[in-house]
């Protein structure tokens, strides 16, 4: 800001850049479950965006609401019936430790795509597979769950499930 008293605003882009990293990082925190910090963080925003950058203000406008959505889903979902994600049926187990490194992901993604909805199988692996379900969440959101049953050292247990279609 200049000392003789004026102010200077940013350039747009600048002011663009900044809202748009901010309706990202409140997209994702209501997602990680934190809807309400994400919706009051977001309204801040848009309240200084507003006036001189309605543009701006107006992604903001849309945050709010996706993250309206998000936190009814959530409180649908703590509110439901316990009801069972997967069928009774015994999972199917796919152990990768055996495969070469190269090869596991492209039976994993194969296994997966063979699943029927309300299926699942139980990924038996000898590191944390964790980077997997970042690929299956960019690949596939909302359509499957993800449940760690053991966490190492030497092996790792995640039930894979198939609650949509892709």
């Given at each position: 800001?200049?000392?003789?008293?004026?102010?200077t605003?940013?350039?747009?882009d600048?002011?663009?850049?900044?809202?748009r990293?901010?309706?990202?990082?409140?997209?994702?925190?209501?997602?990680?479950?934190?809807?309400?910090?994400?919706?009051?963080?977001?309204?801040?925003?848009?309240?200084?965006?507003?006036?001189?950058?309605p543009?701006?203000?107006?992604?903001?406008?849309g945050?709010?609401?996706?993250?309206?959505?998000?936190?009814?889903?959530?409180?649908?979902?703590?509110?439901?019936?316990?009801?069972?994600?997967?069928?009774?049926?015994?999972?199917r187990?796919?152990?990768v430790?055996?495969?070469?490194?190269?090869?596991?992901h492209?039976?994993i993604?194969?296994?997966?795509?063979?699943?029927?909805?309300?299926?699942?199988?139980?990924?038996?692996n000898?590191h944390?597979?964790?980077?997997?379900?970042?690929?299956?969440?960019?690949?596939?959101p909302?359509a499957?769950?993800?449940e760690?049953?053991?966490?190492?050292?030497e092996?790792w247990?995640?039930?894979?499930?198939?609650?949509?279609?892709?």
């Amino acid at each position: 800001m200049p000392t003789d008293g004026s102010s200077t605003a940013p350039p747009v882009d600048v002011v663009d850049g900044l809202a748009r990293t901010l309706a990202r990082a409140c997209r994702a925190l209501a997602e990680a479950g934190r809807p309400q910090d994400a919706g009051r963080l977001a309204a801040d925003g848009w309240v200084l965006l507003r006036h001189r950058h309605p543009d701006q203000a107006l992604r903001l406008d849309g945050t709010m609401h996706h993250v309206a959505r998000v936190e009814q889903r959530l409180a649908d979902l703590a509110h439901a019936p316990e009801e069972p994600l997967m069928t009774l049926t015994p999972d199917r187990i796919v152990d990768v430790r055996t495969e070469i490194p190269r090869t596991r992901h492209a039976l994993i993604f194969t296994t997966f795509d063979q699943l029927p909805v309300g299926t699942g199988f139980v990924l038996v692996n000898d590191h944390d597979p964790k980077p997997l379900y970042y690929q299956l969440a960019a690949e596939s959101p909302d359509a499957f769950t993800w449940e760690y049953l053991e966490e190492g050292p030497e092996v790792w247990r995640v039930r894979i499930g198939r609650i949509a279609a892709a």
